[in-house]
């Protein structure tokens, strides 16, 4: 798992001269797929001296597992077994996370439409969502990470510093995530992948479980007619607000 600096006193005894420590903030960056979360996530991390965690790309991960276990994605009973032998790690890297399925690296498998499919059906498990949210937790526990997905500032870390919810609309974020594809087969088309993500979409919003929605506290970030830049100089002004007001 990601190694996180402990900020917890080893003692409660006054120590007048020991240096005070600062608690390390977590910053939840929700919203819908093709929005730029990681994109934004990884730049925040980078900014703010923070680790930038996917959880996404841990449900990508389970998706694969009960793709080489083949394990239906509507299997709840048969992917909730598979707990007790998964291990997945994020490695946060400067561009995005370093992926690791039971030691092995499949940083760039999950990132393959199948895995990505799987993962929105993967996720539509209350079982499974619990034992994302308790990992994702344990990971976040001592602060200092930015953490993107679709529940982080609502179910992982309703206490978080920050809350952004990044959305565009979906013409922007099908478009988005066409030219991010690289390479194609023919048969992938931008309406194609507009479609998909439309699915996926309305899946990961009415599940009845952590379906996607903005935390009341969050602030809403339409990056639809923005450049990179403009959103980045936004989200930093945000952070920094945030931060102010949390006394950090
Ligand atoms: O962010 P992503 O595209 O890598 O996420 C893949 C799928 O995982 C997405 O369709 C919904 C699900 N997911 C989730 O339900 N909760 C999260 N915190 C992150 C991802």
């Known amino acids: 798992m990601t190694e996180i600096e402990s900020n917890t006193p080893q003692s409660n005894i006054a120590q007048p001269d020991a240096p ?39 449900y ?3 998706a ?21 032998t998964t291990t997945i790690e994020l490695q946060p ?3 995005g996370n ?22 929105s059906q993967v996720s539509v498990h209350p079982q499974v969502r619990q034992w994302m949210v308790a990992q994702q937790r344990t990971l976040g526990a001592n602060g200092g990470v930015v953490m993107e ?9 309703p206490n978080a510093e ?3 919810f990044l959305d565009a609309a979906p013409e922007v974020r099908g478009q988005r995530r066409f030219l991010q594809g690289g390479p194609v087969p023919p048969t992938v088309t931008e309406e194609s992948v507009l479609m998909a993500l439309r699915e ?28 990179f830049e403009q959103v980045t100089a936004r989200s930093e002004e945000i952070v920094r607000q945030r931060l102010a007001l949390a006394g950090l």
């Open 162 to 164: 920050v809350k952004i």
């Open 64 to 84: 694969l597992k009960a793709i080489e276990s083949d394990i239906g994605f509507e299997d709840e009973a048969a992917l909730s077994a598979l707990f007790a």
């Open 149 to 157: 997905g679709r529940d982080i500032g609502t179910k992982v870390f």
């Open 98 to 119: 370093r992926v690791l399925l039971d030691g092995h690296d499949v940083t760039r498998r999950v990132r393959e439409r199948d895995v990505a499919e799987g993962a």
């Open 200 to 227: 996926r979409d309305a899946r990961d919003r009415s599940r009845a479980a952590s379906p996607l929605e903005p935390a009341p506290d969050a602030i809403l970030l339409d990056s639809t007619g923005m450049t």
């Open 93 to 95: 890297q400067s561009e």
């Open 60 to 62: 990508r991960a389970l």
């Open 20 to 58: 005070t420590q600062r608690r390390l903030p977590v910053v939840a960056i929700d919203g819908p797929a093709g929005a730029g979360k990681s994109t934004l996530a990884a730049h925040l991390a980078r900014r703010f001296g923070l680790l930038n965690l996917e959880s996404g790309a841990m």
